[in-house]
């Protein structure tokens, strides 16, 4: 919520990659509000998460739908990055604000469709045909449809941009030391894509992986929920909280490195007499 505030109340913050920032914060605190949801069902009604119902169809959707806001948006914040530095400065321009909020509104569009189709009628509710153990009343063949695909876009194309990325300083920084010029910047540049890119693949991996595991476990499981009591469901509520654990590592990985807006936040927490001071700084 600090996050969103800060971008959306300062213009001179309104960048194309920092309206992708504050689109994946405002996804994160979705997904955060949706899991919260899910919880007080599961503390109100246990069996209506563990066997399924109609009650459970609403939540589910949009836990569907923040996920994929979530995955699509550091896709696109992966293809922005990848165009900032790619080919030559001019494409540093071709990045626009307008652009960020088209993909920003193409983001929801497809998390929204995707999400909703167990509303509209891929669902289980009146057929235990390839129905899911671990998030009944939704199918397995949904589980898999929305699951695969997303993995392997949230992994690869991330991958491909920041390996990019840091070719492309690499090769800038040899061209500068063959004519003899100064390449700290592009030493330093790589160095922090390189850090950022790990952090965000050991985040993707811890918070994900167990919950593309389960999906595999629940499409290759034929076993009865009374069967599977307690320790999958142990197991389901643990996936949940580390996606949850995303949700708070992205905007420190994303947004709180970046110099403008930190420089923001320690605005903020400065007294009323240095404030202005740190502002004119």
Not at 7 to 27: E, G, M, Q, R, W
Not at 61 to 84: D, K, M
Not at 96 to 109: D, E, F, G, M, Y
Not at 126 to 152: A, G, K, M, Q
Request: aromatic share 12%; proline share 5%; charged share 15%.
């Amino acid at each position: 919520c600090t996050v969103i505030f800060i971008i959306v109340a300062t213009k001179d913050l309104h960048k194309p990659i920092l309206v992708l920032f504050c689109n994946l914060a405002f996804s994160d605190l979705f997904t955060s509000s949706s899991g919260f949801w899910i919880s007080l069902l599961f503390i109100t009604n246990p069996d209506s998460t563990i066997f399924g119902s109609k009650d459970m169809l609403a939540p589910y959707a949009f836990y569907t739908i923040s996920i994929l806001s979530t995955i699509y948006n550091l896709v696109s914040i992966g293809i922005e990055r990848y165009l900032a530095v790619a080919e030559s400065i001019r494409t540093r321009f071709r990045v626009s604000r307008k652009h960020s909020l088209a993909a920003v509104l193409i983001n929801w569009t497809l998390a929204f469709l995707f999400g909703c189709l167990p509303l509209i009628g891929w669902n289980c509710l009146h057929s235990e045909n390839r129905l899911s153990v671990l998030y009944s009343p939704l199918c397995v063949d949904y589980l898999i449809f929305i699951t695969i695909p997303n993995c392997v876009a949230a992994f690869i194309v991330p991958l491909f941009t920041y390996l990019s990325i840091i070719i492309i300083l690499r090769k800038r920084k040899f061209k500068m030391k063959a004519c003899g010029q100064a390449t700290s910047t592009y030493k330093s540049a790589e160095i922090q894509v390189a850090r950022t890119s790990i952090f965000i693949w050991l985040l993707a991996l811890i918070s994900y992986a167990p919950f593309f595991a389960g999906v595999l476990f629940d499409a290759a499981n034929h076993q009865c929920p009374p069967e599977l009591y307690p320790n999958t469901y142990i197991f389901r509520n643990c996936t949940a909280m580390l996606v949850t654990m995303n949700c708070l590592g992205n905007p420190i990985i994303y947004t709180l490195k970046m110099k403008e807006l930190r420089a923001k936040l320690k605005a903020l927490k400065c007294p009323a007499g240095n404030r202005v001071h740190t502002c004119t700084v």
